[in-house]
Every structure is written in structure tokens, then in C-alpha cells.
């Protein structure tokens, strides 16, 4: 067995530094939004605050837990998932808001059920691909992928059902990832997104504020003063900030212009405030993460190591690029936050708890 050694500090030194950003923007877009609905310009940047210390308080205690370990908790872990994602649909327990029911309150706070599913999954996956490979079934299609296959799509489709089609399409594209990474066949992962096509088109065309976003990324100025009001605010939040923006806090979209802007376009008041410079600071971290993650992943000493580590990697680096594409209109609107970075309780504690475990990986890396 390798012997652990320090974990890779430069991916504590990266995600800390992702995490102070979005402290400082989050205040900084959020302050006039925050005085105004609630009398406290800080209001948003205390509870980030709080979340902050929350989630780094649980990454030191993740990065101190053997990953092996997890595997033993995995089936409890995706069961307990479900549990949760069948929970929040029940009226009276899942919170409501804007026609979405997303969230379960605990007391003062909310949990994100949805959030908590994707780490599960890929804590899930990680080990059921262990097993199915040490059974030597990896690469059958009945006994080996279609298990596998079904675990997910019950996911998938309960979290569709909230509805979030963002999130489920994230955690369906990072298993997917772990499928490929595995070994398991293309044509049994092709012949499954194939299948998936038609159910698709339909759960976006026959929505009618799906279809309208569609349409609106294809031609916001089609309709400028309501599906394609938020992408052209965008536009104008990039475009004010040249190279290097127009200064901290000095940005003018965030002034109820630019709706959300300090949670899914907070990447737009940076490109605002901070320039073409502080979009690619943001850009450039991201990817040292990935590239960290990657290395963490190829030198683990196992597979369930090496998974794991994929996973947390693809699911952090993959909705960090959505984000990106839809801030800057090369994706429809999602309902993704910016990882780290964006307003978000729930969803920033189990963030930071995913990068304790890949810290931990890295101490046990076998080279």
C-alpha cells in the first residue's frame, strides 16, 4: 500500500483562492440587490460567509477520512440520495420557489438535495465500476453496464422532476464520464445517449419555458424584454468591462438590471468589474484545478481512487464551463452557479467537501 504523504496543497491553494473571489464579488454584486430587499448590503456576503466556514470546516475533515473508506458507504450514500430527492418533491417538506422544488429547510437553513446527489453519484458509481470490474463484468452489457445504467436514470429522472434539467444533465454527463474512463464499451454508452435524444426533445420542446429559452439563445433580441432580457444584460455586463473592467464595485448591470447576478451571471459582473483580465484569472484557475485533479486522478494507487478523483474533477471543471457558456451566450440559460464562486449554501458545502476527498486522494498518489 502507498505510503500517504501531504496532500496536493496546490488544490486547497486554488480552490481557497476560487473562494475569497467569490466572497469579495458576491458582496460586491450582490450589495445593492441585498440593501434593498433587506435593509443589510451584506446580507448575501454574511451568509456566504457562514456557508464558507461551514465547507471548509467539512473539506478538513473529508481531506482526514481514508477514501477507501467510502466505498463501504457508497450503496447507503446513493440510497440515502434517493431518499432525499423523493423527500423535496412532497409538499410541505420541499420548498417551492419560482415553480422549482428544490430545497428541504433545516431550521435557518437550506439543503439542496440535487447537490447532494451528484457527489453521492460519483461516490456511488466510483464504487459500484470497482466491483463490476473486479467481477470481471465491466464491459457486459446486462450484468455489467445496464445495473449501472438504471441506478442512474433513477437519479436522473427524480431530479428532472424538481424541475432541474440543468443539474440532472450534469450528473448524468460526469457518470457517463466515469463509464468512459472505466473501459465500459462506446456503443453501449453511444446506443444510451441515442435512446435519450427523443426523450429529450420532448422534456425541452414541450416545456414551454425550456422551448422559449432555446429560442431565446438562438435570437435574444427576438424577444429583448423577456426571454432574451438576461443573456443581452449579460452582453452589456461583458462588454462595459473592456480588458481590464471598470472597477470593483463600480459595475452598473448589477443595479437590477442584470437579474441573478450574484448567483448563475456572477461571471458577468466579474468580466464587468474586473475586464477580459479577471474573466481569464477566473478561466486560468478553473483550469490549473482540472489539470490538479487530472494528475490526482492518473497517480492514485487504486481504481476507486482514480475514480473518485475523475469525478470530482469532471463535475467541478464541467459546470464551471457551462457557466461560462452561458454567461458569455454559447449555452441556453441554466440554472447553474458558478462553482465556489457563486451565491450558494448547500451546493458551496458539498463543493468544498468534494475537494477534501480528492485532497485526500492526492495523499495516497502512487508516484
Excluded at 478538513?60 to 450503496?75: F, W
Excluded at 440543468?166 to 465500459?184: D, K, R, Y
Excluded at 424577444?223 to 444584460?233: E, K, L, M, R, V
Amino acid at each position: 500500500m502507498p505510503v500517504k504523504r501531504e496532500p496536493d496543497y496546490r488544490i486547497l491553494a486554488v480552490t481557497a483562492g476560487l473562494a475569497l473571489i467569490g466572497l469579495v464579488m458576491i458582496f460586491s454584486a450582490s450589495g445593492t440587490v441585498a440593501g434593498a430587499r433587506y435593509g443589510d448590503p451584506a446580507f448575501f456576503l454574511k451568509r456566504q460567509f457562514v456557508y464558507t466556514l461551514l465547507g471548509f470546516a467539512g473539506m478538513a475533515v473529508a481531506m482526514r477520512i481514508n477514501y477507501r473508506k467510502l466505498q463501504d458507504l457508497a450503496p447507503y450514500l446513493y440510497l440515502f440520495s434517493l431518499l432525499m430527492l423523493f423527500l423535496v418533491l412532497i409538499p410541505g417538506i420541499g420548498r417551492e420557489v419560482s415553480g422549482a422544488r428544490r430545497w428541504i429547510i433545516l431550521g435557518p437553513l437550506s439543503f439542496q438535495p440535487s447537490e447532494f446527489a451528484k457527489l453521492a453519484l460519483i461516490i456511488a458509481f466510483s464504487h459500484f465500476l470497482v466491483k463490476k470490474e473486479a467481477a470481471g463484468r465491466l464491459r457486459d452489457f446486462v450484468s455489467g453496464y445496464m445495473p449501472n445504467a438504471l441506478a442512474l436514470a433513477v437519479i436522473f429522472v427524480l431530479i428532472l422532476l424538481q424541475p432541474d434539467m440543468g443539474t440532472s444533465l450534469v450528473a448524468a454527463a460526469v457518470v457517463f464520464g466515469l463509464f468512459f474512463v472505466a473501459g465500459i464499451r462506446f456503443s453501449f454508452i453511444l446506443g444510451t445517449f441515442l435512446t435519450m435524444l427523443p426523450f429529450l426533445y420532448v422534456a425541452v420542446l414541450n416545456v414551454d419555458y425550456r422551448r422559449r429559452r432555446i429560442l431565446s439563445f438562438l435570437d435574444p433580441w427576438a424577444d429583448p424584454t423577456d426571454t432574451g432580457f438576461q443573456i443581452i444584460q449579460s452582453y452589456v455586463a461583458l462588454g462595459n468591462g473592456h480588458i481590464f473592467g471598470i472597477g470593483l464595485g463600480d459595475g452598473r448591470q448589477k443595479n437590477f438590471f442584470l437579474p441573478d447576478a450574484h448567483t448563475d451571471f456572477i461571471f458577468s459582473i466579474i468580466g464587468e468589474e474586473l475586464g477580459f483580465a479577471g474573466c481569464l484569472l477566473i478561466v486560468f484557475l478553473f483550469a490549473i484545478f482540472v489539470y490538479l485533479g487530472i494528475k490526482t486522478a492518473a497517480r492514485a494507487p487504486d481504481p476507486f481512487g482514480m475514480y473518485l478523483a475523475t469525478g470530482i474533477t469532471l463535475s467541478i471543471g464541467l459546470q464551471a464551463a457551462i457557466n461560462f457558456g452561458v454567461a458569455t451566450g454559447l449555452l441556453p440559460t441554466k440554472g447553474l452557479p458558478l462553482p465556489f464562486i457563486s451565491l450558494g449554501g448547500s451546493a458551496l458545502v458539498i463543493w468544498l467537501i468534494s475537494v477534501g476527498i480528492l485532497l485526500n486522494v492526492s495523499q495516497y498518489r502512487s508516484s
